[in-house]
């Protein structure tokens, strides 16, 4: 710090100290500043015994009354509208995604389970207890619903049917058909071989 | 600087629960003092930086709220009041940043929007108003960085150094500042405008 810049340091901390100095321990320059220091200090005082609440205040920030800013309501409600479209749309996805994942969901219990539903009950005596624990009534056996009358009808098997028997028959179908295509691809190969030996044997000239 | 910052963390300081709770209990009562010993000073020197009773009011609570937050950090030292001063202008300044995109209402609906006190003496009322337009007038006068160093002196007593340190500049400038600021005031007070 050089002797002006040191100069400057002591005539401000001067102007400014809390202590109150004798005029004549304070240069001019000094003197002078403390003036306005202390003029200062006074309003300052009485502002705060005031308690300082008066539309003037409230200009001090800026400098200037003309410009004193505060949030204007009209620009904050200008921000919420592209937010409000885009809750919007995605609580429209949302609803969608739901309906759709709803539909599935219905299809998806009441359909597959309804067809064996009607399966199970038209085949399986074992889960229609009431039918079979009790002598069947006349009316009742006339009740019967159309999906059992169709499941019933036809070639379609009966519980209580040889299955075994029909699952041989077609073992033994199979077995044959291999047999078949063994002995046509074995007599192919029985032909390709004697006309390989020809042509060997026209090769060598025996023939 | 009058005070320091204890980098240690919450948990390493206080390691069982009762010297927390007693620390707590300590902490507490020393805002407690804060806020009655520092309080008008503090207020009084967000009134000079923002001047709105609102913004006051605001910044006040959040001064001591920051002083609260940051009180693990902070070592007595004796000065706090430079301490909690410098939390306002740090607290003024984000402030200032925030709402640099705000408009002007004008005095006709400030007039609306905070009526003026009917319960005080007319008399009073006007001397009052007086002062403090005086002293707007006067603050006006000043620079932000100039309003900044001296009422930083004004109510905490800072040095240079710190004031300096608060508001970021060498200390050379701080001290340029606050020689043109009581140059500018001793040039109002006197009679003319600078």
Sequence with gaps: MNEEQRKLREIVERATAADDFPPDELDAEAASLRKGWLQLGRLIEEDVRSGGKHPGSRHVASGNPSRVKVAPPASRSRQPKWSFWLVAFAASLLVAAGVAFGLRFMNGVHGPQQDSLQVTRGNDPAKQPTEHATTPKPESASKVGPETQVANSGDAMQWGDSVDDDITAVGQATIYAQQDAYAQSSGAWGIQAGLNELKQEMELGNL | ?194
């Design chain 2, 1 to 194: 600087m009058n005070f320091v910052c204890n980098k240690d963390d919450r948990s390493g300081v206080y390691p069982n629960a009762m010297e927390t709770i007693m620390q707590e209990s300590v902490d507490s009562e020393r805002v407690a003092e804060w806020v009655r010993e520092h309080g008008g000073a503090v207020r009084g020197y967000l009134r000079g930086i923002v001047g709105r009773q609102d913004l006051i009011d605001d910044l006040f609570q959040e001064v001591f709220f920051r002083a609260w937050q940051g009180r693990w950090r902070y070592e007595e030292r004796g000065f706090a009041r430079s301490y909690l001063l410098q939390i306002a202008d740090w607290a003024a300044c984000d402030r200032f940043r925030r709402t640099k995109s705000e408009t002007s209402l004008g005095d006709e609906v400030w007039s609306i929007e905070e009526p003026a006190a009917t319960a005080m003496n007319p008399a009073v009322l006007a001397s009052n108003s007086e002062t403090t337009n005086q002293l707007d007038a006067a603050l006006r006068q000043l620079g932000p960085i100039q309003r900044r160093a001296l009422l930083l002196r004004y109510f905490g007593q800072l040095s240079f150094s710190e004031i300096a340190e608060t508001i970021g500049c060498p200390l050379n400038t701080a001290l340029s500042h606050c020689h043109r600021g009581l140059q500018t005031l001793r040039k109002h007070f006197e009679g003319g405008e600078p």
